[in-house]
T-cell receptor
Framework: ETGVTQTPRHLVMGMTNKKSLKCEQH?????MYWYKQSAKKPLELMFV???????ENNSVPSRFSPECPNSSHLFLHLHTLQPEDSALYLC?????????????FGQGTRLTVV | AQTVTQSQPEMSVQEAETVTLSCTYD???????LFWYKQPPSRQMILVIR??????QNATENRFSVNFQKAAKSFSLKISDSQLGDTAMYFC???????????FGKGTLLTVNP
């Protein structure tokens, strides 16, 4: 266990559904991240939050909507997704938003869009 | 843009033997950091080892060591005395010295056989 917990572990949703992914960290970290991991592709950074404020949106489609109510929780709200959005979504946190700071990852949510 | 290349999609090794995973990167920066992350079947990414580019000495963590060749922009991971628990995807990652963002390679799937 790395101290970062993601729920659910698996999610199957239709293209018209609305669902949310949850991430919680118990490490007292100030920065949190959403990554997308697709088969045979490098991890893609989606969003970054620092002290609850969004500092990065890496050209992510608006059908993905992040929310960070406090430094310990991060959500990813999903609506009207496409089949190509099927992937493993990883949450991570780090103490600070600086270089050479270790990122701690959750176990991910395996999302399948049908 | 920085890129990270892992040329070996899959590798296998016998238990107790040594294996080397390769990684090359492209950058014009002089100050940066390099990481190897491990993602076992549980899907939780774990930091294995890190290297600061300004340090000439290769990093070592128990059975894991790196061969950092700055001029060649190469950062290989050597695993000694391989164990079954080393079976995982291994990702090489680059971080620019002035930024927190991690750029990942596509990964190498390592299988340790009994």
């Amino acid at each position: 266990e790395t101290g970062v917990t993601q729920t659910p572990r698996h999610l199957v949703m239709g293209m018209t559904n609305k669902k949310s992914l949850k991430c919680e960290q118990h490490l007292g970290h100030n920065a949190m991240y959403w990554y997308k991991q697709s088969a045979k592709k490098p991890l893609e950074l989606m969003f970054v939050y620092n002290f609850k404020e969004q500092t990065e949106n890496n050209s992510v489609p608006s059908r993905f909507s992040p929310e960070c109510p406090n430094s310990s929780h991060l959500f990813l709200h999903l609506h009207t997704l496409q089949p190509e959005d099927s992937a493993l979504y990883l949450c991570a946190s780090s103490q600070e938003l600086t270089m050479n700071t270790e990122a701690f990852f959750g176990q991910g949510t395996r999302l399948t869009v049908v | 843009a920085q890129t990270v290349t892992q040329s070996q999609p899959e590798m296998s090794v016998q238990e107790a033997e040594t294996v080397t995973l390769s990684c090359t990167y492209d950058t014009s920066e002089s100050n940066y950091y390099l990481f190897w992350y491990k993602q076992p079947p549980s899907r939780q990414m774990i930091l294995v080892i890190r290297q600061e580019a300004y340090k000439q000495q290769n990093a070592t963590e128990n059975r894991f060591s790196v061969n950092f060749q700055k001029a060649a922009k190469s950062f290989s991971l050597k695993i000694s005395d391989s164990q079954l628990g080393d079976t995982a995807m291994y990702f090489c990652a680059y971080q620019r010295g002035s930024n927190y963002k991690l750029t990942f390679g596509k990964g190498t799937l390592l299988t340790v056989n009994p």
